[in-house]
């Protein structure tokens, strides 16, 4: 018994100190937020412990002396007790975190191009085929010793439509905007926010050009409407290299940046991901 305690001890001092230390993302406990859950420490349980919201796996990261679940929270949460499901030596529970109301702004969008609202058949079958395709690839997941959350803003310009925004196109409710829009000129290089493999590259109907990064443990981040793609996937980017130009393909009123960064495999507000703890 004694010598699996110390084996145990050992164990957990050398992931405390040769563990190097994860920045995590600012905690904001709201829909399209992320929450910090404390899954206890690394003493108690030297095994990191597994963590699931709904069916989803949740990335949990060891922070001084702790183990921190870091949960994306989907936009469609309602304030209120959530439950998480956890594994930690061997037995299953749940805990639980709290989400607060948040009212995000709305914004009523004229587009002239109609065939962008209401789609023929044809553009219909291929967006709904593409929608699949994404919803797929958020749900990527490769476990990794490292997972920075530092961001750097991939391009420099005017923040435009925030992440959240209750859009209507035309007089039509759409679905809440799931990223974050930076204006800049068209072929401003777009750098990758952090170190990351190329998960996917697409021309899509709705997102333009697309660039999917895979930054490890469920985290991922999605550039749209680019006008030029200069990655394939399975390249490994370092932070700050170019990944494509600003553009306006896809649906877009003009040249931007749309980005998304997603959680276990939920859109969350890329903007926590540019603030510092
Ligand atoms: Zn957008």
Redesign the pocket.
Known sequence: MRKIHLAALAAALMLFMFHPAIALPVASNVAGGIALVTLGTVLDSPDRPSAWLGDRPVWVAAEDGHWIAVVGVPLDTRAGRQTLRMRANGAERTTSFEIREKHYAEQRITLKDSSKVTLSPEDEARALAEIERIQALKKHWRPSAETETDFAKPVAGRL??RFGLRRIFNGEPRAP?????VAARRGTPVGAPAAAIVLAVDDYFFNGKTVFLDHGNGLLSMY??LDRIDVKPGETLRKGQTLGRIGATGR?SGP?L???VVLNGTMVDPELFLKRR
Do not use: E, F, R
């Open positions: 435009a439509s905007h799931s990223g974050l829009d749209c409407h877009a931007h749309h980005w998304s």
